[in-house]
Nanobody, 119 residues
Framework: QVQLVESGGGAVQAGGSLRLSCAAT????????MGWYRQFPRKARELVAR???????EYSDAVKGRFTISRDNAENVLYLDMTDLSPEDTAVYYC?????????????WGKGIQVTVSS
C-alpha cells in the first residue's frame, strides 16, 4: 500500500516557475516507477513525466525542455520542477506510483493539485 500527497501547486504568472512535490509513504521499497500526470477540464489524464529505476526519465513533448522530474529516494519525495509556464499548463496535476505485483503493475494516485497559470 502506498499513499501519495501532492503539494506546491497554486497560481503563477506566465513565464514563471513552480515546484511540485509528492510525498510518498507506505511500502516504498516496492515502487518501480513514479510520475506526474495532468488532467485538463473535460479531458483524459495524460502523462507529463515519469522516472523509472535506473533514473530513466521520460517527458511528454509538451513539457520537454521546460519541466524536470526527479526522485529523492532518501527523502521519499518526487519533484516536478516547472519553468516557463504557460496558461496551457493550467491543469490538475497528479502524482503516480507503480508497484509490480504477481499479475502486473498496480498504480496508485494522489488526489491531485491545481496549477493555474495566468497571462
Amino acid at each position: 500500500q502506498v499513499q501519495l500527497v501532492e503539494s506546491g501547486g497554486g497560481a503563477v504568472q506566465a513565464g514563471g516557475s513552480l515546484r511540485l512535490s509528492c510525498a510518498a509513504t507506505g511500502d516504498l521499497d516496492t515502487i518501480s516507477v513514479m510520475g506526474w500526470y495532468r488532467q485538463f477540464p473535460r479531458k483524459a489524464r495524460e502523462l507529463v513525466a515519469r522516472v523509472k529505476k535506473g533514473d530513466l526519465r521520460e517527458y511528454s513533448d509538451a513539457v520537454k525542455g521546460r519541466f524536470t522530474i526527479s526522485r529523492d529516494n532518501a527523502e521519499n519525495v518526487l519533484y516536478l520542477d516547472m519553468t516557463d509556464l504557460s496558461p496551457e499548463d493550467t491543469a490538475v496535476y497528479y502524482c503516480n506510483a507503480g508497484i509490480p505485483k504477481y499479475s502486473g503493475t498496480y498504480y496508485y494516485w494522489g488526489k491531485g493539485i491545481q496549477v493555474t497559470v495566468s497571462s
